[in-house]
């Protein structure tokens, strides 16, 4: 079984630090200063009927409703955990925004890990930042706290050659 990470007095600290240098940013910062904002998502591939429906059933669909309606079918979705349907399959994307678009989206092709990780940096991460800004000595991007691909060993090394300081 998995553990929940402990966050430290450090840590508290070190996020607290970050959060006050953020605040102080212009309000456009990320959407003119940030070359690339970067994050996986896995998404279910239904590869059956029956996927398919469970899927479409579990999807929101902002519907209001009123409170005699409340717990009707049609009106809830069913329970992950209780009603559970094998989808069939996943699929690993990288997107990726720059200014107010979205600009990358490349499926990983298996599990998000360090190889990965640093193919994508030294492919279609660095691919587009030299199309979009052209040669430079370095780009910010903005990346989650991923330990399996953006901060491995690999991962660091590929952003190193890409020259990409990650926020």
Known sequence: SRE??????????????????????????????VHLIIDNKRFDTPTTPAARLHLQKQKVKGQLRTREEGLKPGFTRPNQKRHKVN???????????????????EEVGGRW?????????????????KKKFGERRDYLL?????????????????KKVVNIKAM
């Open 4 to 33: 929940k990470p402990q966050r430290l007095p450090e840590h508290e600290q070190e996020r607290k630090e970050l959060c006050d240098k953020i605040r102080r940013l212009p309000a456009n910062y990320f959407s003119e200063n």
């Open 113 to 129: 890990n360090d190889e990965k990780a640093s193919d994508m940096y030294r492919g279609p991460v660095k691919k587009f930042l």
């Open 87 to 105: 989808a069939g399959g996943t699929v690993d994307i990288m997107a990726g925004i720059s200014g107010d678009r979205v600009v990358l989206w």
């Open 142 to 158: 903005v990346e989650d706290n991923d330990p399996t691909g953006y901060k491995s060993k690999k991962g660091k090394e590929a």
